[in-house]
């Protein structure tokens, strides 16, 4: 089992910025990537970014590339995305995932741990 802990979102400011992080617990050995994703009501979950575990190579979807930065820290166990230019079109909630069986991809099927969700609100 791994258990993930998201926390950092919050209310900001179109153009500004937030550090999201994602700590990982338990059988953290076993996971083989991790990634970002997030939620607006009546939308399915959409991937924003993915981290292989392995050989630290990293992916992002086309809405976030240039704004947003997936990164970790091995000795805290924990997982970053720094958000910056947030436009309110980037309001979600935002989900942490890992992978005990996968390698680093955009698809929400190659997830099998899953945080609570934070949520992060951008105004106009």
């Known amino acids: 089992q791994v258990q993930l802990v998201e926390s950092g979102g919050g209310l900001v400011q179109a153009g500004g910025s937030l550090r999201l992080s994602c700590a990982a617990s338990?059988?953290?050995?076993?996971?083989?990537?991790m990634a970002w994703f997030r939620q607006t009501p009546g939308k399915e979950r959409e991937s924003v970014a993915c981290?292989?575990?392995?050989?630290?190579?990293?992916n992002y979807a086309n809405h976030v590339k240039g704004r947003f930065t997936i990164s970790r820290d091995n000795a805290k166990n924990t997982v970053y995305l720094q958000m910056n230019s947030l436009t309110p079109e980037d309001t979600a909630v935002y989900y942490c995932?890992?992978?005990?069986?996968?390698?680093?991809?955009?698809?929400?099927?190659?997830?099998?741990?899953w945080g609570q969700g934070t949520q992060v609100t951008v105004s106009s």
């Open positions: 995932a890992a992978s005990t069986f996968s390698r680093a991809t955009m698809w929400r099927e190659s997830y099998n741990y």
């Open positions: 338990g059988r953290t050995f076993s996971a083989t990537a």
């Open positions: 981290m292989s575990l392995t050989d630290g190579s990293t």
